[in-house]
């Protein structure tokens, strides 16, 4: 069978953790043809697309994407569309809220939803959020990539790096926070606090803060290895769209030894978990100043993420999907 995976950008995170860093060892477990192409980069016209018996669409929102998907249909192959966000829940700070709240792109996502023969999704919340437009969704959490990384045996000596890692996205998030944040830092000036991609000129300045660029998703991972950090923190406004998210800084930050404070709605194995700005706070403390068992706290951890979300396992689930759809 020949399966398409169409992706909107293929070297950024989402498509790591969702398509293009999925494929390897999906190609590895089955017999079938996949091909990976971001959309904008070849002519999508019936002599391309017909030679596919599925097409995998990660993130379409588009009325161009609509038109792509009511295309695919017609020519009797089936479609399966993949979201990591809860698009109908963006709050007015996020960078991309005016693109997806428009009515036109909500109702294309809702018509596209409506067309797909299967849906997958990372979380329990964004498959509630999607449930009223296409009963058939997934859950397939996002996974550490055991087909391109693997732990080191020996792990560097543990450092006094804090990390944060994300976007200019969420910048709200790191504002709601940042009392706590400033706090902390203050507390704990033996601490470095670096943050990952988006740096927070809004936050106190301190001597004891760093700022790392965006970087390349592999040479991320080595870096984050590298820096050995003891704590990765994780400041997420309790708001519908980000309940929707998934736990790859947990992921990310187990992987490189450290101990991760998040959102209690993550329920994750040997994190420490928050509910408020007071806790967070308290979780932040009770790492950097001892009181938690940092080495047991990311064990536990790591142990998790090797029993359940490996993608050697996860991609299982995408299998499922798969054969249920071309073997109908």
């Not at 002599?47 to 669409?57: G, K, P, Y």
């Amino acid at each position: 069978m020949q399966i398409l995976f169409l992706t909107l950008n293929s070297s950024d995170s989402c498509a790591f953790y969702r398509s293009a860093g999925v494929i390897k060892d999906l190609r590895r477990k089955t017999d079938d043809e996949i091909t990976l192409i971001q959309w904008d980069q070849v002519s999508m016209n019936w002599s391309f697309i017909s030679q596919f018996d599925l097409v995998m669409f990660q993130r379409p929102f588009s009325r161009e994407s609509l038109n792509l998907c009511g295309y695919i249909k017609q020519l009797g192959i089936k479609l399966w569309l993949d979201y990591d966000d809860n698009l109908f829940a963006l709050n007015p700070e996020n960078p991309t809220y005016s693109l997806y709240s428009n009515p036109e792109i909500q109702k294309n996502i809702q018509d596209m939803l409506k067309l797909a023969d299967a849906v997958s999704v990372p979380t329990e919340y964004l498959k509630q959020a999607y449930m009223e437009f296409n009963k058939n969704i997934t859950v397939i959490p996002n996974a550490f990539n055991d087909a391109l990384f693997t732990r080191p045996k020996e792990m560097p000596e543990r450092t006094n790096n804090i990390i944060w890692r994300g976007p200019e996205a969420h910048m709200f998030d790191i504002m709601s926070f940042s009392k706590e944040i400033n706090q902390c830092t203050k507390d704990f000036p033996e601490w470095r606090f670096m943050f990952m991609g988006f740096s927070p000129w809004f936050l106190t300045n301190t001597t004891n803060k760093g700022h790392v660029p965006s970087l390349d998703v592999i040479i991320y991972f080595k870096t984050l290895i590298d820096m050995a950090p003891s704590c990765m923190h994780v400041p997420l406004h309790d708001n519908n769209f980000n309940r929707c998210k998934s736990n790859i800084a947990a992921i990310e930050g187990s992987y490189a030894g450290a101990a991760c404070v998040v959102p209690a709605w993550w329920n994750m194995p040997g994190t420490i978990s928050y509910t408020d700005l007071p806790s967070y706070y308290e979780a932040v403390r009770s790492v950097l100043s001892g009181d938690v068992d940092k080495e047991a706290s990311n064990n536990t951890a790591w142990e998790y993420i090797m029993d359940c979300l490996t993608l050697s396992k996860v991609n299982e689930m995408r299998i499922d999907i798969i054969n249920s759809l071309l073997n109908e």
